[in-house]
Nanobody, 122 residues
């Protein structure tokens, strides 16, 4: 019920936009977020937004470069990634949960999509 897409291979400094389609009936009123996991590292929080995208939060490492948004009319959440760096290379996941925004990154997300690979070359 969550499906991420839009990953790819880009060069440092480039932009990429990830999309996550979701079931509106199931998750239309839920907060949603993006996470990533690099090889050999634990999964980490990237960004989150409330049910209508009006409230957002970001990890310090992406603040000012990434923008999260969602269009409930299209049942899609986005992650616009600008000025990409090699350290942004990871598998990116979208997720959601039924709690109040902001969801706890450790245990607040109950539903996960499959990941999409983002590779940034130097």
């Amino acid at each position: 019920q969550l499906q991420a897409s839009g990953g790819g291979l880009v060069q440092a400094g480039d932009s990429l936009r990830l999309s996550c389609t979701f079931s509106k009936r199931a998750f239309g009123l839920y907060a949603m977020g993006w996470f990533r996991q690099a090889p050999g590292k634990e999964r980490e929080f990237v960004a989150a937004c409330n049910w209508n995208g009006g409230s957002t939060s970001y990890a310090d490492s992406v603040k000012g470069r990434f923008t999260i948004s969602r269009d409930n009319g299209k049942n899609t959440m986005y992650l616009q990634m600008d000025r990409l760096r090699p350290e942004d290379t990871a598998v990116y996941y979208c997720a959601t949960g039924s709690g109040r925004f902001p969801l706890n990154p450790t245990y607040g997300y109950n539903y996960w999509g499959q990941g999409t690979q983002v590779t940034v070359s130097s």
